[in-house]
């Protein structure tokens, strides 16, 4: 893997992909966990790096009969709204 030198003005820049290999997305498989990532408004694109673990501090929610945990932080996408609803 080559080696990136990033300008002082980028050194914080958090650049990271995981992809699922394609012979597995060709196939049903279990996915055991999810991490997403939401980008910053411009004004705050220069600030240092920040990881916050949340644990089971998240609310859940259910959709097709499977559970999974949400941040509330993006409640939308592009202007639509789940159509999930609070597990109980």
């Not at 055991?32 to 694109?45: D, Y």
């Not at 097709?64 to 597990?87: L, V």
Request: aromatic residues 4%; hydrophobic residues 30%; glycine residues 4%.
């Amino acid at each position: 893997m080559p080696t990136v030198i990033a300008p002082p003005s980028r050194v914080h820049d958090i650049a990271h992909s995981e992809r699922t290999p394609t012979p597995l997305r060709a196939q049903r498989h279990t996915l055991h966990g999810m991490q997403t990532w939401v980008a910053l408004p411009k004004s705050a694109e220069e600030t240092a790096p920040a990881f916050h673990h949340h644990a089971a501090s998240l609310p859940q929610q259910r959709c097709n009969g499977f559970g999974y945990g949400r941040t509330p932080a993006a409640p939308t996408a592009r202007n639509r709204r789940s159509r999930c609803s609070p597990a109980r």
